[in-house]
């Protein structure tokens, strides 16, 4: 076992050590070679913002006041949240769904998830009313989405779907 490792050892230090990741080049004649990473982000950016244009002006409105008490880095705490216990519950319900999606940076969403898949977990819950959830609605009664709410998200996250899988 311990050959094994020094074996192991000695043929990855080379690769480790001459290793340089994302490292930038220059080319003799050009300037500056761009890594394939960055220009795919500036392609993934260009599909992204006529939908994020689209969220910003018609949906984020709703979100704020319907999702972001979960689904961002700014939730307004209501009175009782300081009351021990309670503060740790809606703490952990917050971790909870900010693991799942976090819509503070705008869209694409902060997810364990594709945009496109987002979309359409936005969809379905928009559709089944599953989002908020019932424990929350309880105390916030004014926090389910009304017709015209859902009408506008499911309309925004139709098109936007339509462009992303085009």
């Known amino acids: 076992m311990k050959s094994f490792t020094i074996l192991t050892a000695t043929l990855l230090l080379p690769s480790l ?3 340089h990741g994302n490292e930038v080049h220059t080319d003799k004649k050009k300037e500056t070679v761009k890594p394939k990473k960055v220009v795919v982000q500036e392609v993934k950016r260009n599909i992204y913002e006529p939908i994020n ?4 002006k018609n949906i984020k409105p709703i979100f704020e006041n319907k ?8 939730p307004n705490y209501p009175l009782y949240y300081k009351i021990p216990g309670v503060k740790q519950l809606i703490d952990h319900d917050i971790k909870e769904a900010k693991s799942h999606i976090n819509m503070s940076n705008n869209f694409p969403f ?6 496109i898949n987002d979309l359409k977990s936005i969809r379905k819950s928009t559709i089944n009313n ?5 424990r929350y609605v309880i105390a916030h009664w ?3 989405l009304d017709d015209v709410e859902k009408e506008q998200i499911i309309k925004w996250v139709d098109e936007s779907l339509k462009k992303l899988e085009e």
């Not at 599953?130 to 019932?134: A, C």
């Open 17 to 19: 050590l001459l290793a």
């Open 53 to 56: 244009q689209s969220y910003l």
């Open 67 to 74: 999702c972001f008490n979960c689904h961002s880095n700014t």
């Open 110 to 115: 902060i997810s364990h998830d594709t945009p």
């Open 130 to 134: 599953t989002m908020p959830p019932l």
């Open 142 to 144: 004014d926090s389910r």
